[in-house]
C-alpha cells in the first residue's frame, strides 16, 4: 500500500495526505513546490491562497517588462511567517494552480462522499 494519498499534481509540484497504519491522515495537507515542502492545515492551506491572490494583484502587470514573467522579482509570503519564496510569474501561477487545484479536489471529495451521498 502506498505511504500517501495524491489530492492533485501538476508540472511544479503535487499535494498529497500522508498515511499511517493504513489510514490516511486528513487533517494535514503535504505540498511540494520546487524543493520546498510545506505540512499545512486546511486553514493554512486556504491563507496560502490569500497570500498567492494578493501577490498575483500586485504582481500580474508584466506587459512592458523585457523579462515577460520569467524573473524572479518579488518575494511569495507563505502561512509560515519565517519563510517567504522567491518566484517568477510563472511559478506564481503554477503554486496558484497547485493550492487552487488542491482545495478544490478536497471539497470536491467531502461533497461527493459526504453530504452529497444523501
Not at 8 to 26: A, H, I, M, P, Q
Not at 47 to 66: G, H, P, R, V, W
Not at 71 to 87: E, G, M, R, S
Amino acid at each position: 500500500m502506498q505511504p500517501i494519498k495524491q489530492i492533485y499534481y501538476n508540472d511544479s509540484g503535487t499535494s498529497f495526505f500522508w498515511r499511517k497504519e493504513n489510514e490516511v491522515l486528513t487533517d494535514k495537507v503535504q505540498l511540494i513546490f520546487r524543493e520546498t515542502g510545506f505540512y499545512l492545515s486546511r486553514q493554512e492551506l486556504k491563507l496560502f491562497q490569500s497570500c498567492i491572490d494578493e501577490s498575483y494583484n500586485q504582481n500580474s502587470n508584466c506587459s512592458d517588462c523585457a523579462l515577460k514573467n520569467t524573473c524572479h522579482k518579488f518575494l511569495l509570503k507563505t502561512p509560515c511567517t519565517q519563510i517567504d519564496l522567491a518566484v517568477s510569474m510563472q511559478e506564481l501561477k503554477a503554486v496558484k494552480d497547485l493550492v487552487e487545484g488542491t482545495l478544490f479536489k478536497i471539497n470536491l471529495d467531502e461533497y461527493l462522499y459526504g453530504e452529497g451521498m444523501n
